[in-house]
């Protein structure tokens, strides 16, 4: 079992680089799909969620060549198949962005359901009713979605009910070729559709006002390869932002747009903590006690539920008590019981935490609950009394490449250690 092993109490100050975002380079690789040749993707993260998308696309009959750590050359000539199997989407749910994809470049695609996911029931009833509108007809068989557009695709009027990424990406992608004109309303508006839609249009779509509530995709008739640079990890950057806060002394992060963390900036300077942003950096530091400050995610521009975690980590040690709300994902407080075992006073109520701020947190044995959740227990770890070892941190590398690396350069005592499996 490899766990990451963190000592607190140790200097952190520096610089340090965010990659490309994983939220945006999973869907960009996707889009390959539409444009048949060769597309080059730079600044992709090298992570584990990449790799498994890589595997879905190998799958279809796509050539991936690794140019180096961060490039890749994309040949979607020979995608023959439009079909993803379970093993890939139970990996990564994200797989299902090959839908729309599939359904514009075949017609026709069959996905594997994505099953349960531990952070809430992530339903994709919003990217069907969305993609039926459009004259796609699903059926359900042996546990597999088979899609089929028997009269071609058609442009329509979609509302969604929530501002689902995965729903606005699929239908954005499904569209492009669609007879007509489509217009999504009630769009999710993160800064990786606007990537998508970019890629999109470089490659030959006419998508406007992706980054609104409203975007229109005027049909074409097709797509040809590009080169395109994957934008910046907000969430990276606001996790190790995060942990500067945590810290006091001064943390760079460069490689993102401050603009994409927004909110969360505007929040951080309410707890206390001060910030330089530049055009592609900010710098934080602080030097007074963190402020109680309540929370509530949103899609953006709201507080992103990717930044709750590592928010809730700096609110337990705030002086005083606040609330944090999470409106996108159930049952994604499961960073809080972990937390607990370190010493925090979290109380779930519904979607509500009440963290009420203790004084420091004392290093034990804690568990990944996910990603983000899993970051965080590694920043809490950098302050807390003795050794913190967090275990299932395949969690952690689906997003964050070179975390362990990074975290040292900045001067953490920190370290990957492969432990005997006790439950054996
Ligand atoms: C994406 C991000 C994830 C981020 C989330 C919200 C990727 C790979 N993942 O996930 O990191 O936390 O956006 O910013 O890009 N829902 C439905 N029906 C649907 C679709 C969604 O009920 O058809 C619900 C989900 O269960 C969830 C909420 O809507 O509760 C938001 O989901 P969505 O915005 O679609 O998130 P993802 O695209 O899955």
Redesign the pocket.
Known sequence: MEVIQVEGGHRFTGEVRVEGA??SA??LMAATIMAPGVTTLTNVPNIA?VHVMGKVLKNIGAEIEVVNEHELRIDTSGVTSWETPYHLVAQM??ST?VLGPLLSRFGKAIVAMPGGCNI?????????LGLEALGVEFEVKHGNIHASAPHGLVGDTVTLN??????T?NLMMASVFAKGVTTIDNA?R?P?IVDLANLLNEMGAKISGAGSPVIEIEGVSELHPVTHRVVGDR?EAGTFLAMGALMGEPVTVRGFAPLHLGLVLKKFEQMGISLERGSDSCTVWRDRPLVPTDIQTL??PGF???MQAQTMCLLALAKGSCVITEN???NRFMLASELQRMGADIVIEGHHAIVHGVDGFSGTQVRSPDLRGGAALVMAGLIADGVTTVSDIYHIDRGYEGFVEKLASLGARIRRVELPDETD
Request: avoid cysteine; proline fraction near 6%; aromatic fraction near 8%.
């Open positions: 994983k939220n999973l869907k969620d749910r994200a962005a809430g029931a992530r339903k994709i009833d919003m990217h069907i929530f501002a689902s990424v995965g729903a990406e999710a993160e990786e969430i899609p953006f992103p539920t990717d996108v994902f159930e």
